[in-house]
């Protein structure tokens, strides 16, 4: 008989069905690779799953801090520059408010006419050597004609946009820009001159001293490139920068881009004169029909947030080495426990396997021995059959009794002449057929199991109801 493969010793072929014996690469039948590593691809898995799980949320946290961070400093930034343009404002503001009193004081005068002005020459030459904050003081007439002036210069300013204003009862500042009578960059500030009875009888200006005004404006130093300046509504530069702005020669922005110094005030990114990328908090100042900006450039600005991220990402790569580490070993780990478990089963399998093919093996021994008793059973019913028709057909009574005188077989001839019935037979003999309850049969019967010998009875006669039988 043949001995039957274990299954760890075979593969079966998945396109065709075809059993190969272990080792073999290909199936000999259709020669379709056979080996597959499913443990690769659970181990593949298994590292995948753990990264998504564990290495997914890290990077999401990383981002979020990231954003939370990035955000706070830029704030922090935005706020430094703002403050830096609140606080130079507030500054100038009460500057330019002390000039406009320094001026208003003297803008009322005891005289009758403008030609009586030359009478406070010494007022007036006074306050400017005094203040150090006017580069001159001058009168004109309402023709425009300077009849008075600290520096002694003559020029007609009738359309000059400060002269209207002061004519019309107003107090102006002209802002930065380039006189052509003083050939160069002024701030003038003028009022209405008024005579003892409070007419206008001309008008009184000052020169504001820019070299002391440029002093006011206070550069925090947020940090290298960072700087506090001023602009018109043009963008032009009113005050120098400390990078290289030139006054009136030079607008604050790139040359090509849209002016970002719009509106009341904001904080923006974009290019400055030097096509750098700065950060620029500005804030709209009415007195001098400009704004004042304060920016720095972006790197710079962001230069420690850019070393705080590369820190933070390089505390995230170690934890995500650690993490992509700890998953591959853990997926190792996992897939070689799997791996010795299904080999466990397999082994399991294979000796459950054998143990069905013994038992098979067993069960069909013993239906060949089965059917062997079977044909035996047959024989041996034949040949009873024809014993008990021999029997039967004997012409004498025949009775066959056990070592207890019960009664197992009779012949068809004790049947016949005894009266004997089938429901009989396993009694006792002599109850069965009284008949034969004869002193010398039943000793004669005894000696049979005594003795183990046959024995011949002679003929005796059994007589019953008086007539014999026997």
Not at 211 to 240: A, K, N
Not at 423 to 434: D, G, H, S, T, V
């Amino acid at each position: 008989m043949k001995t039957p493969q274990k299954l760890s010793d075979i593969i079966i072929c998945e396109k065709c069905g075809a059993e190969n014996t272990k080792g073999t690469k290909i199936c000999r039948e259709c020669e379709n690779p056979l080996t597959k590593d499913y443990y690769k691809g659970l181990w593949f898995m298994n590292i995948l799953t753990t990264l998504l799980l564990f290495l997914f949320p890290l990077i999401i946290l990383f981002y979020i801090v990231d954003f939370e961070i990035s955000t706070h400093f830029i704030k922090q930034v935005k706020n430094g520059l703002v403050y830096s343009v609140e606080v130079n404002a507030k500054s100038i503001e009460n500057y330019l408010n002390e000039r406009r009193a320094d001026l208003l004081s003297i803008s009322k005068l005891d005289v009758t006419s403008i030609n009586q002005i030359s009478s406070k020459m010494l007022l007036f030459k006074r306050l400017v050597a005094e203040k150090q904050c006017f580069d001159f003081i001058a009168v004109a007439n309402p023709r425009g004609d300077i009849i008075f002036s600290t520096n002694n210069i003559q020029a007609n300013i009738k359309t000059r946009e400060y002269f209207k204003q002061s004519m019309n009862g107003n107090y102006y500042n002209s802002g930065i820009f380039y006189s052509d009578v003083l050939e160069s960059n002024a701030m003038v500030i003028s009022s209405p001159l008024f005579d003892y009875d409070n007419k206008i009888i001309g008008i009184i200006l000052a020169s504001i001293c820019l070299r002391t005004f440029y002093e006011l404006i206070l550069d925090l130093r947020i940090g290298e490139t960072s700087e506090v300046f001023i602009v018109d509504q043009q963008g032009v530069f009113l005050s120098s920068s400390r990078l290289g702005g030139n006054i009136l020669g030079e607008k604050g922005y790139c040359r090509g881009d849209s002016n970002p110094h719009t509106g009341e005030g904001g904080v923006k990114i974009h290019r400055d004169y030097r096509g750098k990328k700065v950060i620029c908090a500005y804030k709209k100042f009415g007195p001098l029909h400009g704004y004042f900006v304060s920016e720095m450039d972006v790197k710079e600005a962001l230069a420690p947030l850019t070393k705080l991220k590369n820190i933070m990402f390089l505390i995230f790569i170690i934890f995500g080495c650690f993490l992509i580490l700890s998953s591959f070993v853990f997926s190792r780990r996992t897939t070689y426990l799997l791996k010795k478990l299904t080999g466990t089963l397999r082994t399991a399998l294979d000796e459950v396997s054998q143990k069905k093919d013994t038992i098979n093996t067993i069960n069909m021994e013993l239906r060949r021995r089965l059917v062997d008793c079977e044909g035996l059973g047959n024989r041996i019913r034949v040949s009873e059959e024809f014993i008990k028709n021999i029997i039967n057909s004997i012409s004498s009574g025949l009775i066959a009794i056990d070592n207890k005188l019960a009664i197992t077989y009779c012949n068809n001839y004790v049947k016949m002449f005894s009266r004997l019935k089938d429901r009989e037979i396993n009694k006792n003999i002599y109850e069965a057929l009284p008949l034969l309850n004869n002193e010398e049969i039943k000793m004669n019967i005894g000696k049979i199991f005594s003795h183990n010998e046959a024995f011949k009875i002679g003929r005796i006669n059994i007589n019953q109801d008086r007539t014999t039988l026997i």
